[in-house]
């Protein structure tokens, strides 16, 4: 079943006068209700024929918008609910088919009537196949006993002889060698590098190339660097394609490398401070707690006598800070 807008909608004054949102709620609903009209055609449980609150919430819709509809007559109440109101020069109300006319429907034009008559058009040639072999097989045994021997043999290879040459002669094909992935050098990145820059790099060989090939492999040394490299790369070259910067504004890459990446660059992000191990913190409480009975507490830090069990507490945050140390100069 289909829902038709008339392509006069938004003249009508109706429309004119409700809040948009208004508008698409109502085309929402008229959708649903006739998706369940459809339905109720086949199963009358499948849909009450009216909407409730729920069904309104379910919707997107409050009831200030239905109330709204329900004065501009474009909703009615129906049977505890509401229900839309297909209103001439809107849209056009659905036609709800019987069973009959949905199979007629099918058998004159739809897929399933088409694909059903050639399965009845296939079941009726394949009726008639016994006739028709058994006639076929009369004829030809007709026609090859009036030939000799040799002429049958020579027809048989002749109608055998292109399929022989076209499925066993054809060599199958060799797949191409594989060529080996080139690792990126330091002389690759940096002509990748050049080709992506929107500006001139200076002749190969020269001053300006080679000092800006000196200054792009001692960025690149360390990753970070020329991760940040290749973000403001991409900035400054947006900034050129946005008109921001002038084509003749643009300094040689040697220049850019030397005096004006780092304006471009994101800001570095600073690793987190690593964490110091103390007496009191919770990694040396997790290790020592399971022994705080076996040692004693009397002392008194500020007195400069302090207790074992603050002795061995910060023994522990010792021990954990040097193993940290170590693993970092590895």
Same mark, same amino acid.
């Given at each position: ?17 409700? $809040?948009? =949102?208004?508008? %698409?709620?109502?085309? !929402? *609903? ?5 998706? @369940?009209?459809?339905? #109720?055609?086949?199963? $009358?449980? =499948?849909?009450? %024929?009216?909407?409730? !609150? *729920? ?5 997107? @819709?409050?009831?200030? #918008? ?265």
């Amino acid at each position: 079943m289909w829902f038709i807008i008339d392509d006069q909608m938004a003249d009508d004054r109706r429309i004119r006068r409700l $809040p948009l =949102a208004t508008v %698409g709620l109502w085309v !929402k *609903l008229c959708v649903i209700h006739s998706k @369940g009209v459809s339905m #109720q055609a086949k199963d $009358p449980t =499948a849909y009450p %024929g009216h909407f409730d !609150k *729920l069904d309104l919430k379910d919707a997107g @819709g409050t009831m200030k #918008q239905l109330q709204q509809l329900i004065d501009i007559g474009l909703m009615e109440e129906h049977d505890g609910g509401w229900r839309p109101v297909y209103a001439e020069g809107i849209c056009r109300e659905p036609k709800t088919l019987t069973e009959e006319q949905r199979e007629a429907r099918r058998k004159a034009g739809s897929k399933g009537g088409r694909r059903k008559a050639a399965n009845q058009k296939a079941k009726q040639t394949s009726g008639d196949l016994p006739e028709n072999s058994q006639a076929n097989g009369e004829q030809n045994g007709s026609e090859t006993g009036s030939k000799p021997s040799s002429k049958l043999l020579e027809d048989s290879q002749a109608k055998t002889w292109h399929k022989t040459d076209t499925y066993t002669d054809i060599p199958s094909p060799t797949p191409p060698a594989g060529t080996p992935k080139q690792t990126a050098t330091p002389e690759s990145g940096f002509d990748h590098f050049a080709e992506t820059y929107p500006g001139s790099v200076g002749a190969k060989g020269r001053k300006a190339e080679a000092e800006a090939r000196n200054l792009y492999a001692t960025i690149a040394g360390d990753p970070v660097q020329l991760a940040r490299l290749q973000s403001a790369l991409r900035r400054y070259k947006r900034a050129v394609n946005d008109g921001q910067i002038r084509t003749g504004h643009i300094p040689r890459l040697n220049t850019w490398l030397r005096d004006q990446w780092e304006t471009w660059a994101p800001e570095p992000i600073s690793p987190p401070p690593s964490h110091k191990h103390t007496w009191n913190c919770e990694h040396v409480h997790r290790l020592m707690d399971p022994h705080e009975d076996e040692y004693d507490h009397n002392g008194s830090l500020r007195d400069g006598h302090p207790s074992e069990w603050w002795q061995a507490c910060q023994a522990c945050a010792d021990e954990l800070n040097n193993q940290a140390t170590s693993k970092e100069k590895q």
